[in-house]
């Protein structure tokens, strides 16, 4: 499927160039044998530049949910849902519901998080007009391999390691008048595989 994709790519901009030649042939308007044409007028339109300021915004959310992704892994591993580096990088409600699953899934319990997830990130949608601006990201989230060990003694917690397929998510990272990109939105689904 993904040859299929990459071959429709590349063949629909070969027959918009034949297309236009062809039309151009056939404008009845011929040029004396000895004129060329100039290189500008034989060269394709620049394609239009993409906005800085959008380019900026998903390179900053992008490493914000990073970053933010990072320190929920680092906090789960060490058990500490009060672990500063999750306020560098989420804001309320996801804050607040990260150090509470935090705190029941491993402070409560003795427990802490072995091995590190991956996540794969994609822009969705960037809202610069909108007051906040936010940008919306699609995530492919993989916690294959993963298990639980006791914090007391780090022994490994039976039938703990977690399997199943990677699954998808979403997160919603908003500017701050500040000028910080902080998650403030995470949804992920495991019934829908990525």
């Not at 629909?12 to 060329?36: D, Q, Y």
């Not at 804050?95 to 899934?105: A, E, W």
């Not at 091995?115 to 809202?127: A, E, Q």
């Not at 500017?175 to 910080?180: A, C, I, L, M, P």
């Amino acid at each position: 499927m993904v040859y299929c994709q990459t071959y429709r790519r590349r063949v629909a901009p070969t027959l918009v160039l034949v297309a236009a030649l062809a039309a151009a042939g056939c404008t009845g308007k011929s040029a004396p044998p000895a004129a060329r044409p100039s290189a500008a007028a034989g060269s394709a339109s620049p394609t239009p530049s993409a906005d800085p300021n959008v380019a900026a915004a998903r390179q900053e959310a992008i490493t914000a949910y990073n970053g933010y992704f990072q320190a929920y892994a680092a906090a789960s591993a060490a058990g500490n849902p009060d672990d500063p580096n999750l306020a560098t990088y989420a804001a309320d409600p996801v804050l607040s519901v990260t150090r509470h699953n935090i705190r029941v899934d491993f402070a409560d319990t003795g427990k802490v998080q072995v091995g590190v997830p991956k996540v794969t990130v994609t822009v969705g949608k960037v809202d610069l007009v909108g007051q906040p601006a936010t940008v919306t990201l699609n995530v492919c989230l993989d916690y294959r391999g993963l298990s639980l060990a006791y914090k007391s003694n780090h022994s490994p917690v039976p039938n703990s390691a977690l399997t199943g397929d990677p699954y998808t998510g979403s997160a919603v990272v908003t500017r701050f008048t500040d000028g910080r990109w902080l998650v403030t939105q995470a949804t992920s689904s495991r019934d829908t595989p990525c």
